[in-house]
């Protein structure tokens, strides 16, 4: 065993030994999709300047924190997210009318002098012709208030507490802080300088512009002497919850700004178990039939990788948890699609092998598989690349648990890399290293080429001998999306488009007809309504608040019993435009991006044909959910986004073979070194699609809905992006190049000047 091959096993065992601690002694952070509860995204409805914002955002956070301490939820989360938006992630909160009813409110608090009652339709002073602040009591008594003598900022502590000796009930006690004790007694004071039953005896105590109590002072309290500082009480036909709301807001303090609710999603735990279980049970299956078809393709090797598979599988996942990655359901299903593309690099590796063992038969095992390293690596870096350029999108242009996914493909991207040239690398160079292995053919599994390799050497199919037919066909499927665009339309999900969309599970059967008639007799005649899985009713409406989601299930009960609510989108209008625009641009900077990555590392050429085979792979999808009336949402961006890294990486294989086999014999025809790379690279695209294939089978079939659409939509991407890497890419470079390159003369005609040099097309500037 060489150093080399020792170093990579010591750092590999390090590795391995770090993450199964991590894995033993680490719990992952679920997020709210996978444990159940309330995800709430704020807003500031006024804004000044940049600095401005930030700083009124802070210290709204602050406040809410506050808040959301006092509820007593378990674990909250409370993040600032750009300017003027605060994240808050409510666990085990599944009805979130009560939460928002005490985050979002201002929470303005004000005492204030009464100075009388005011006449009827009366709200400015005679005298001076300015605004009066005119509001009813808890009778509806209009009072007559003058300004604000002491505010919320004041108060040091708000308790609710049942006054049973006075029978006065639930109540707020409230403890001011020393200076605004004083003001207090002043107040007081002045109220009390005016006669028993007098409305100018009164102090008015608001909230939010509405006049929660205004006590008489006590007959007892002299002119100017006040009550006490220390602190007050706040009477009023408050029920138990009513005290506490009220003391929580005036204990949280006010909210510098106004904000509301631009996105809120609530999950049930159950929908969130199942996804786990359901995740997992792909995962297993998934990887284990990717185990089980590389150890039949690649023999001893594939089983060595099958190891190396199962260790990127633990240091992932380590990652993940030490990192304190929040694992979202996208993020999951991220996870699981690695690993079937973490197969990718070993099967480069060992296709690579098995060419060096074919062209030069006595070369040493070991040699080959070094060599096959060596060459595979260009390859294997450069694919990665360009995954990882997709998930950095997902990072920076998308939301909530889209960047979750963008964070997970990362991790697993270099997670695979690590695996694979380090783990796979040392697990193979031991096993070369032994003879039994070099000399059976039959068992070290690269010795001998595979099946494809086989039938293509004798085959030998003419691929591209006209080009233009290859991309005549690669239209007419564009054409055919395109269509479904256009007349069947794209069904944007409530994540780009604003609105509400619940789901409902029932205890008895409710079918479709019946809940629309229900809901129509209830007022939410507008509602979309659809089936979701195991029967549960799906709703889709525009504007609909907390009160007016509560109305609806209680409609929906009379039919159909208990009604539990398992899934609760609200997207608001202003943000749905945002989400949309952003995807937009993350598509387009995904093109932009790959074309100039590619343009740098190939011939630009190259890098056009490959971006035209992108374009093509996502107008393909997008048209085939058209077609099928799928949902376009969050989760199917993050699908979108993935087979754009999908379908870059076949091309850029290809085109890397291309530019090897170029640099050996600048004076071949390009359509002949394109031919020959195509086929050279078709078993490492077939073994490769087969790894992801398995794993989006078991994510469709046993990931519910939840995770069957966006199984779906990589199942077409990957398909799509397999053709189109090899027949629109390849030739769309051709045609490129031909139209680029000056003709050759006509045979026959002579010129008395000089000709000059025809350049080669798969020379950069070279001359033949």
């Given at each position: 065993?060489?150093?080399?091959?020792?170093?990579?096993a010591?750092?590999?065992?390090?590795v391995?030994?770090?993450?199964?601690?991590?894995?033993?002694?680490?719990?992952?952070?679920?997020?709210?999709d996978?444990?159940?509860?309330?995800?709430?995204?704020?807003?500031?409805?006024?804004?000044?300047?940049?600095?401005?914002?930030?700083?009124?955002t802070?210290?709204?956070?602050e406040?809410?924190?506050?808040?959301?301490?006092?509820?007593?939820?378990?674990?909250?989360?409370?993040?600032?997210?750009?300017?003027?938006?605060?994240?808050v992630?409510?666990?085990?909160?599944?009805?979130?009318?009560?939460?928002?009813?005490?985050?979002?409110?201002?929470?303005?608090?004000?005492?204030?002098?009464?100075?009388?009652?005011?006449?009827?339709?009366?709200?400015?002073?005679?005298?001076?012709?300015?605004?009066?602040?005119?509001?009813?009591?808890?009778?509806?008594?209009?009072?007559?208030?003058?300004?604000?003598?002491l505010?919320?900022?004041?108060?040091?502590?708000?308790?609710?507490f049942?006054?049973?000796?006075?029978?006065?009930?639930?109540?707020?006690?409230?403890?001011?802080?020393?200076?605004?004790?004083?003001?207090?007694?002043?107040?007081?004071?002045?109220?009390?300088?005016?006669?028993?039953?007098d409305?100018?005896?009164?102090?008015?105590?608001?909230?939010?512009?509405?006049?929660?109590?205004?006590?008489?002072?006590?007959?007892?309290?002299?002119?100017?002497?006040g009550?006490?500082?220390?602190?007050?009480?706040?009477?009023?036909?408050?029920?138990?919850?009513?005290?506490?709301?009220?003391?929580?807001?005036?204990?949280?303090?006010?909210?510098?700004?106004?904000?509301?609710?631009v996105?809120?999603?609530?999950?049930?735990?159950?929908?969130?178990?199942?996804?786990?279980?359901?995740?997992?049970?792909?995962?297993?299956?998934?990887?284990?039939?990717?185990?089980?078809?590389?150890?039949?393709?690649?023999?001893?090797?594939?089983?060595?990788?099958?190891?190396?598979?199962?260790?990127?599988?633990?240091?992932?996942?380590?990652?993940?948890?030490?990192?304190?990655?929040?694992?979202?359901?996208?993020?999951?299903a991220?996870?699981?699609l690695?690993?079937?593309?973490?197969?990718?690099?070993?099967?480069?590796?060992?296709?690579?092998?098995?060419?060096?063992?074919?062209?030069r038969?006595?070369?040493s095992?070991?040699s080959?598989?070094?060599?096959?390293?060596?060459?595979?690596?260009?390859?294997?870096?450069?694919?990665?690349?360009?995954?990882?350029?997709?998930?950095?999108?997902?990072?920076?242009?998308?939301?909530?648990?889209?960047?979750?996914?963008?964070?997970?493909?990362?991790?697993?991207?270099?997670?695979?890399?690590?695996?694979?040239?380090?783990?796979?690398?040392?697990?193979?160079?031991?096993?070369?290293?032994?003879?039994?292995?070099s000399?059976?053919?039959?068992?070290?599994?690269?010795?001998?080429?595979?099946?494809?390799?086989?039938?293509?050497?004798?085959?030998?199919?003419?691929?591209?001998?006209?080009?233009?037919?290859w991309?005549?066909?690669?239209?007419?499927?564009?054409?055919?999306?395109?269509?479904?665009?256009?007349?069947?339309?794209?069904?944007?999900?409530?994540?780009?488009?604003?609105?509400?969309?619940v789901?409902?599970?029932?205890?008895?059967?409710v079918?479709?007809?019946?809940?629309?008639?229900?809901?129509a007799?209830?007022?939410?005649?507008?509602?979309?309504?659809?089936?979701?899985?195991?029967?549960?009713?799906?709703?889709?409406?525009?504007?609909?608040?907390?009160?007016?989601?509560?109305?609806?299930?209680?409609?929906?009960?009379?039919?159909?019993?208990?009604?539990?609510?398992?899934?609760?989108?609200?997207?608001?209008?202003s943000?749905?435009?945002?989400?949309?625009?952003?995807?937009?641009?993350?598509?387009?900077?995904?093109v932009?991006?790959?074309?100039?990555?590619?343009?740098?590392?190939?011939?630009?050429?190259?890098?056009?044909?490959?971006?035209?085979?992108?374009?093509?792979?996502?107008?393909?999808?997008?048209?085939?959910?058209?077609?099928?009336?799928?949902?376009?949402?969050?989760?199917?961006?993050?699908?979108?986004?993935?087979?754009?890294?999908?379908?870059?990486?076949?091309?850029?294989?290809?085109?890397?073979?291309?530019?090897?086999?170029?640099?050996?014999?600048?004076?071949?025809?390009?359509?002949?070194?394109?031919?020959?790379?195509?086929?050279?690279?078709?078993?490492?695209?077939v073994?490769?699609?087969?790894g992801?294939?398995?794993?989006?089978?078991?994510?469709?079939?046993?990931?519910?809905?939840?995770?069957?659409?966006?199984?779906?939509?990589?199942?077409?991407?990957?398909?799509?992006?397999?053709?189109?890497?090899?027949?629109?890419?390849?030739?769309?470079?051709?045609?490129?190049?031909?139209?680029?390159?000056?003709?050759?003369?006509?045979?026959?005609?002579?010129?008395?000047?000089?000709?000059?040099?025809?350049?080669?097309?798969?020379?950069?500037?070279?001359?033949?």
């Open positions: 065993m060489t150093r080399a091959t020792t170093v990579r010591v750092l590999a065992v390090a391995l030994l770090v993450s199964v601690y991590i894995t033993l002694t680490m719990s992952p952070r679920l997020g709210l996978l444990q159940g509860g309330t995800r709430m995204v704020l807003q500031a409805k006024d804004s000044a300047t940049v600095e401005a914002d930030r700083e009124t802070d210290r709204t956070l406040v809410l924190r506050q808040r959301v301490d006092s509820l007593g939820v378990a674990e909250p989360v409370l993040t600032r997210s750009g300017e003027d938006r605060i994240i992630e409510l666990p085990d909160v599944q009805d979130p009318r009560q939460a928002a009813a005490v985050i979002g409110r201002t929470a303005q608090l004000s005492f204030h002098e009464v100075l009388g009652a005011a006449p009827p339709g009366t709200d400015t002073a005679p005298e001076t012709g300015e605004k009066r602040l005119i509001l009813p009591d808890e009778q509806g008594t209009q009072l007559d208030l003058g300004p604000a003598r505010s919320g900022a004041g108060v040091k502590d708000a308790t609710a049942f006054e049973a000796q006075q029978a006065a009930g639930w109540t707020v006690k409230l403890d001011f802080h020393k200076d605004a004790g004083k003001d207090w007694t002043k107040l007081t004071g002045e109220a009390a300088c005016h006669p028993a039953g409305e100018r005896r009164r102090v008015a105590i608001v909230l939010d512009e509405k006049v929660i109590s205004s006590p008489q002072v006590d007959p007892s309290v002299g002119c100017q002497a009550l006490p500082s220390g602190g007050t009480q706040i009477t009023g036909s408050f029920t138990a919850k009513d005290a506490r709301d009220l003391a929580l807001l005036i204990k949280g303090g006010a909210l510098p700004v106004p904000v509301e609710i996105e809120q999603r609530t999950v049930g735990p159950t929908l969130g178990a199942a996804a786990i279980d359901a995740s997992a049970q792909a995962a297993l299956i998934g990887a284990a039939a990717t185990a089980l078809f590389i150890t039949f393709v690649y023999r001893l090797f594939g089983a060595l990788a099958a190891v190396a598979l199962a260790a990127y599988g633990v240091i992932s996942y380590a990652a993940l948890v030490g990192l304190g990655v929040t694992l979202t359901l996208p993020g999951l991220g996870f699981v690695a690993i079937g593309m973490a197969v990718d690099a070993n099967v480069l590796v060992f296709e690579r092998a098995r060419e060096e063992c074919q062209d038969p006595t070369r095992l070991r080959a598989l070094t060599t096959g390293f060596q060459k595979a690596f260009s390859a294997v870096a450069d694919s990665n690349i360009t995954t990882l350029l997709a998930a950095g999108l997902l990072f920076f242009l998308g939301s909530g648990p889209v960047k979750g996914f963008g964070v997970t493909l990362a991790i697993g991207v270099i997670a695979s890399m690590f695996s694979a040239l380090v783990i796979a690398r040392a697990l193979t160079e031991i096993a070369a290293g032994s003879r039994f292995v000399d059976y053919r039959g068992v070290n599994g690269i010795a001998r080429p595979g099946s494809v390799r086989t039938w293509l050497t004798r085959k030998d199919p003419q691929l591209f001998r006209k080009p233009v037919q991309l005549v066909i690669s239209t007419v499927l564009v054409a055919v999306a395109v269509a479904g665009i256009v007349v069947r339309g794209v069904d944007l999900g409530v994540e780009f488009t604003g609105g509400r969309l789901e409902y599970s029932t205890s008895r059967p079918d479709v007809e019946t809940a629309r008639s229900t809901l007799d209830a007022g939410f005649g507008d509602a979309e309504i659809t089936t979701a899985g195991d029967g549960d009713i799906s709703v889709r409406t525009g504007k609909l608040d907390n009160d007016g989601e509560y109305a609806l299930r209680t409609a929906l009960a009379t039919e159909g019993g208990e009604t539990t609510k398992v899934r609760d989108e609200l997207i608001g209008p943000l749905g435009d945002e989400l949309r625009r952003n995807a937009l641009i993350a598509l387009g900077v995904a932009l991006v790959q074309l100039a990555y590619l343009a740098v590392r190939f011939r630009w050429t190259f890098a056009v044909g490959s971006v035209i085979a992108m374009v093509h792979d996502v107008i393909v999808v997008v048209g085939a959910f058209a077609w099928l009336g799928r949902p376009v949402d969050g989760i199917f961006l993050a699908a979108l986004l993935t087979v754009i890294g999908y379908s870059v990486n076949d091309s850029v294989v290809v085109f890397d073979r291309v530019r090897e086999l170029w640099a050996g014999n600048r004076k071949t025809p390009l359509a002949t070194v394109a031919r020959r790379a195509v086929l050279q690279t078709v078993p490492r695209t073994n490769t699609g087969m992801a294939l398995f794993i989006l089978v078991a994510l469709a079939v046993l990931g519910g809905d939840s995770l069957a659409d966006f199984a779906l939509a990589l199942l077409i991407g990957i398909v799509v992006g397999t053709w189109s890497s090899v027949f629109t890419a390849v030739p769309g470079a051709l045609v490129l190049e031909r139209t680029t390159t000056a003709p050759p003369p006509v045979p026959g005609k002579s010129s008395r000047r000089a000709r000059a040099p025809r350049r080669d097309p798969l020379d950069n500037g070279a001359r033949v």
